[in-house]
């Protein structure tokens, strides 16, 4: 590329590659309609297609408290794997995973947050209470040799405390990654980050967890969510959350945006020229049959335009 | 951050006339009016407050005398025009405009197609206008459209869009608003562009007018503070969608940028309560709804 700027050599450095997770459950989760088995398999099949190396397909919660979420067995076992792409779901307690292995998981994933309101809120235990479930969900995925990824959530601010410290995040990031986590997701809930706050919490969680095995979960509530992807590419990121359409609202503020959209991320990265081996167009597709099938508009920006161009 | 940013950024909000001349609905005087003092209020340093074209061709703007000389000029914030050839120079003069802007395109198609006539022929047009305006004191801002792609020709050249910017700076420009007319720039595009530019022109002469057709311009902006500018354009709400995308988002939100800046530490003087209050009443005006992200979550906690 000749005389390439530094951001974007600092991103080609990674061996170009970026694996994208279009967090398929978390959408869904907070869509209020309930949406039908075949189109929740559609709709991941659509994806399968897609070249995205990663598919969060569902949750293995109980369906009294994600009642969308309560096909999770069907979901898991009428989907078409695709060979290369990984299907991990989200299991938050033993009676989850041994569920998900059941129903023939091979990858999944769990929850923790930096914020001790929002992690009593959330899931009615402190972050030590929390984690200490997961261990024991940690070691039994171990022993099976089922690949584990853990999430932090409110990593760059809680809808009840606020600012959250950036030491916060590294101690649980730490001790998800050193319990058995291939892969720790930094989730910014609630999307009041920027590119200041996201800068300081990568700097103090890379200290303790190589940036090789981190991943950034931005919301775009405010508008924020690829600005904070790139300086976290900047930083060596390599990984990045997401979902098609950018559809899933947040659930802390009524009608605004919430997960950043697939497309959008990789209408970014391909322009600097980062390789995705993902088909920008096959994702489109997707998001336009999901958002047909949920009778509501595309969050995705490349898509109106794409669809709108005379 | 890694990269050093620039300590303040002067925020140049081009709602009232980019934004506006891009709404489908006509925008009685008054409320043009008092939308600029709403700005002028909430610490924005620069306003840009109408343009002096034909009203045959641009409606919106046909009310010209009347913003200008019934506006609330504020100490300290500046109020540029757009003036697009000596008449509309010389109509603004009388309208009391003290800073005019007059626009270049990095694309001869979209040159073309928009005035009529090529790159070249434009700059040539423009130099009236800057004679008179160096002859009368008034500081002249240059816009260069299309630099990252243009909607007739695709790609446009780095090179070329460096040799807008240098004529434009040489004929006396103080600054020159570098914009991505149809929003499809990314960081990478964005980078490239403005290494060709700053070897023609100093980066404290440069500004970023990013459009959010594709939602890149926050990134694209973040790029562009990397590489060492400090002015960049954008439009309160977000106004004004993109004329050659049916329906798609245009202008950036100033909202949203503010959001950013702040969030880096960057001083820009603005209180942002105060600029979503201009936003919500414009929004109410037109009845429509914010593109501003940072508006719709702060409305809705």
Excluded at chain 1, 208 to 216: G, K, Q, R, T, Y
Excluded at chain 2, 31 to 51: C, D, F, R, W, Y
Excluded at chain 2, 104 to 117: Q, T, V
Aim: aromatic share 6%.
């Amino acid at each position: 590329m000749g005389n390439v700027p530094t951001t974007v050599k600092h991103c080609l450095s990674y061996e170009q590659l970026i694996h994208d997770y279009p967090w398929l459950r978390r959408w869904l989760q907070e869509e209020k309609e309930i949406v039908p088995t075949g189109v929740k398999i559609q709709l991941i099949d659509m994806l399968s297609g897609t070249g995205l190396p990663v598919i969060e397909a569902t949750s293995f919660v109980s369906s009294k408290w994600v009642p969308q979420m309560a096909d999770h067995t069907d979901v898991l076992r009428g989907i078409h794997r695709a060979p290369h792409v990984r299907y991990p779901v989200l299991t938050p307690n033993m009676q989850g995973l041994q569920d998900a292995v059941a129903a023939g998981a091979t990858e999944v994933a769990v929850f923790g947050s930096a914020s001790e309101t929002f992690s009593k809120k959330n899931i009615n235990c402190s972050i030590d209470e929390s984690l200490l479930r997961f261990e024991e969900v940690i070691n039994t995925a171990k022993e099976r040799q089922i690949p584990v990824r853990g999430y932090v959530s409110c990593t760059l601010g809680c809808p009840y405390e606020g600012f959250i410290e950036p030491s916060k995040v590294a101690e649980v990031a730490k001790r998800l990654y050193d319990m058995g986590c291939y892969e720790v997701s930094l989730g910014d809930t609630i999307g009041v980050g920027t590119p200041g706050s996201m800068f300081k919490m990568l700097e103090s969680v890379m200290k303790e967890v190589p940036p090789c095995a981190l991943a950034v979960h931005c919301h775009d509530t405010y508008g924020q969510a690829l600005a904070n992807i790139l300086t976290a590419l900047q930083m060596g990121v390599c990984v990045v959350d997401s979902a098609v359409a950018g559809l899933g609202g947040c659930p802390y503020a009524q009608g605004s945006s919430g997960n950043v959209s697939t497309e959008d991320v990789l209408y970014m990265l391909h322009g600097m020229g980062i390789e995705t081996g993902v088909n920008l167009a096959k994702v489109i597709e997707a998001g336009d049959f999901i958002c047909n099938a949920l009778c509501r508009k595309t969050n995705s920006k490349v898509a109106q335009a794409k669809g709108r161009t005379q | 951050m890694g990269h050093v940013l620039p300590e303040k950024v002067k925020i140049v909000e081009v709602g009232p006339r980019d934004g506006l001349q891009n709404e489908k609905t006509i925008v009685p005087t008054d409320t043009k009016i008092h939308l600029i003092n709403m700005l002028s209020e909430s610490g924005l340093p620069v306003i840009e407050a109408t343009s002096f074209v034909s009203p045959k061709w641009v409606p919106q703007m046909a009310d010209q005398v009347e913003v200008m000389k019934g506006i609330c000029r504020k100490s300290g914030v500046t109020y540029p025009v757009l003036t697009p050839n000596l008449k509309g120079f010389q109509s603004a003069m009388k309208a009391g405009a003290s800073e005019v802007a007059i626009f270049g395109a990095a694309s001869e198609l979209f040159s073309k197609k928009n005035i009529n006539c090529s790159v070249d022929e434009s700059l040539q047009r423009f130099d009236e206008v800057m004679k008179a305006a160096k002859e009368a004191g008034v500081p002249v801002r240059g816009y260069v459209s299309c630099v990252v792609g243009c909607p007739y020709e695709g790609k446009v050249a780095p090179e070329k869009v460096a040799h807008v910017a240098k004529r434009l700076y040489s004929m006396g420009c103080y600054e020159i608003s570098l914009g991505d007319t149809i929003g499809v720039g990314t960081p990478g595009s964005m980078s490239e562009m403005l290494e060709a530019v700053s070897r023609e022109v100093p980066v404290s002469a440069l500004a970023v007018h990013c459009h959010d057709t594709y939602g890149q311009a926050l990134a694209n902006i973040l790029v562009a503070l990397q590489m060492g500018i400090s002015v960049v354009d954008s439009s309160v709400a977000g106004l004004g969608g993109c004329p050659y995308a049916q329906g798609a988002s245009g202008n950036v939100a100033t909202e949203d940028v503010v959001y950013m800046l702040h969030g880096l530490g960057i001083q820009t003087g603005v209180d942002l309560p105060k600029l979503m209050d201009a936003g919500a009443f414009i929004c109410r005006t037109l009845n429509r709804k914010t593109n501003s992200k940072v508006a719709q979550a702060t409305c809705k906690l």
